[in-house]
């Protein structure tokens, strides 16, 4: 099922939209990335005995609440899961 868009200029565009199954498997690299930040910053200096308190708790939240923000606008509506499946978010 492809879209056909009429630009301003009388200039026809023609793409193909993202599968359900594509943006699931994207949103699931989204989590392991998330997973692994977390992993990085949480789980593995508590292993050696490193205390996290609530400044360092921001720190590592905060990248978390702001990705998806951060992603689109950085990378040009893609999220590190949206690049690697190959998809990405189109205005109209």
Do not use: H
Request: aromatic share 14%; glycine share 8%; proline share 3%.
């Amino acid at each position: 099922m492809s879209v056909f868009i009429a630009t301003s200029q009388n200039v026809a565009l023609e793409y193909e939209p993202a599968s359900i199954g594509e943006r699931i498997l994207a949103t699931l690299i989204d989590y392991l990335v998330f997973f692994g930040w977390l992993m990085l910053f949480v789980a593995v200096p508590s292993n050696f005995g490193v205390r996290i308190d609530r400044y360092l708790g921001v720190f590592v939240f905060a990248p978390i609440v702001l990705y998806d923000l951060l992603c689109e606008y950085l990378l040009n509506g893609r999220s590190v899961g949206k690049l690697a499946i190959g998809i990405r978010v189109v205005m109209l």
